[in-house]
Nanobody, 126 residues
Framework: QLQIVESGGGLVQPGGSLRLSCAASGSTLDYYVIGWFRQTPGKEREGVACIRRRDGSIYYPESVKGRFTISRDNAKNTVYLQMNDLKFEDTAVYYC???????????????????WGQGTQVTVSS
């Protein structure tokens, strides 16, 4: 059973950077499509990045394109989300999620993912 844990959140000033980590146990992330989502109170989860190693596909919505970068380190069984030029509106709880790569591609819909971490808080504030 895949288990994933996020880390790396914190408080950062506007324009700053953070790198989130999504570490896996119980299975290798190479078998999964990995998505990063975020959620603020009263809003639905928003997909902010997705990676599928099988075909190298990567997805970003326009809201983060050029600022966020998703990458994976298979040796460490970890996926990262590098977030640069952070804005107030990036404040949210960030989640890592997984779905089987053999059957599926990247998706920005949280209902398409089977495995979730507990989330890590990112706060952008001056």
């Amino acid at each position: 059973q895949l288990q994933i844990v996020e880390s790396g959140g914190g408080l950062v000033q506007p324009g700053g950077s953070l790198r989130l980590s999504c570490a896996a146990s119980g299975s290798t992330l190479d078998y999964y499509v990995i998505g990063w989502f975020r959620q603020t109170p009263g809003k639905e989860r928003e997909g902010v990045a997705c990676i599928r190693r099988r075909d190298g596909s990567i997805y970003y919505p326009e809201s983060v394109k050029g600022r966020f970068t998703i990458s994976r380190d298979n040796a460490k069984n970890t996926v990262y989300l590098q977030m640069n030029d952070l804005k107030f509106e990036d404040t949210a709880v960030y989640y890592c999620a997984a779905r089987p790569a053999w059957a599926y591609g990247c998706s920005g819909y949280d209902s398409d993912y089977d495995y979730w971490g507990q989330g890590t808080q990112v706060t952008v504030s001056s």
